[in-house]
């Protein structure tokens, strides 16, 4: 009976450590083959892009949910009962809407805006404006990002305020990407992701490319399994380096990219180590942050004018 016990068990770890290779170096690729089957669905049907936004990510959510069910990265830093329901859902209650449906609506959103303006980017060749769509992207995220993380001053104390909310968890896993303030939300996605749209005039399909694009990563960013993507790093910001920005250490608190590495190379504020976890992550509340499970505290904490230690960086690169 114990034999029969502890062959089964065999068995089991056999096969969830072949899934855990599989989904380490095989899961990224898939994961763009299901973005492009999207895309290209929305380009022949476009009257169904919202069904097609929703399907997309709530499909790629669930899948990346049961990865880190079964093969966790760090399981010090998985959802729990405890924070998935005193904070996680509290947050997504509080910005109107599940991490998958978000990001619908902004990527859709951004598409219906497009299909309104005019600028100079309107009628350019379709890669030509997704390129740009997500430099400019890009260049406005890094330097507001890094400008909250860094600057000081009534309104930076306040962005940071707003900010900081979304780096108080010690943990980091696909639904905690939900926790940030609205005023977070709103003020970056209003002057980052769609003013470039008013001012340069996209049209809608290469919106819903790079939308697509910022969406996939911003989602995957905060995987709690281990995924690789090789070289791709050096070009795309994932897991392997955006759990680094929130590292409890302020010198390893980098990567402000959102889904470009580029202006973390150009500005030095790049930090890679393949396979290596940080210690800690997450602000802690002797330092003058709301508590982990503190919701009106962390609502109610970009109101105050009291200056707050940031996460700074020294702005020296490890690669």
Not at 75 to 82: E, F, K, Q
Not at 220 to 247: A, Q, T
Request: hydrophobic share 50%.
């Amino acid at each position: 009976m114990n034999s029969s016990i502890e062959t089964s068990a065999h068995v089991d770890s056999d096969v969830t450590s072949v899934f855990a290779r599989i989904v380490k170096w095989g899961l990224y690729p898939l994961l763009w083959l299901w973005l492009a089957i999207c895309i290209g669905y929305a380009f022949t049907y476009p009257d169904q892009l919202a069904q097609v936004q929703m399907v997309k990510g709530s499909v790629m959510v669930a899948l990346l949910l049961f990865c880190e069910w079964v093969v966790p990265y760090q399981r010090r830093w998985g959802m729990t009962w405890r924070y998935l329901l005193k904070r996680d859902l509290v947050f997504v209650a509080i910005n109107g809407a599940t991490l998958g449906l978000l990001s619908t609506l902004l990527a859709t959103g951004a598409v219906i805006v497009s299909a309104y303006t005019v600028g100079p980017m309107s009628g350019q060749p379709l890669i030509l404006q997704v390129v740009v769509g997500l430099l400019v992207f890009e260049a406005l995220q890094y330097g507001f990002h890094r400008g909250m993380h860094e600057s000081r001053g009534p309104l930076t104390n306040f962005l940071w305020r707003s900010h900081a909310i979304h780096h108080l968890p010690q943990q980091l896993y696909v639904v905690m990407h939900a926790v940030f303030h609205p005023f977070n939300a709103v003020i970056v996605r209003l002057f980052v992701q769609l003013l470039p749209l008013w001012v340069l005039g996209f049209d809608p399909m290469a919106v819903l490319i790079y939308s697509s694009v910022i969406a996939f990563h911003g989602t995957i960013s905060h995987f709690n399994v281990d995924i690789r993507m090789g070289w791709l790093n050096y070009l795309f910001i994932g897991p392997e380096l955006h759990r680094y920005h929130h590292s409890a250490q302020s010198h390893e608190a980098m990567n402000f990219g959102s889904t470009l590495t580029l202006f973390d190379l150009v500005f030095k504020t790049f930090l890679y180590r393949p396979g290596v976890p940080p210690e800690a992550l997450g602000l802690k509340p002797e330092d003058g942050y709301p508590a982990q499970v503190a919701p009106i505290d962390s609502l109610l904490f970009p109101m105050s004018l009291q200056p707050v230690s940031a996460l700074k960086t020294d702005s020296r690169a490890t690669v």
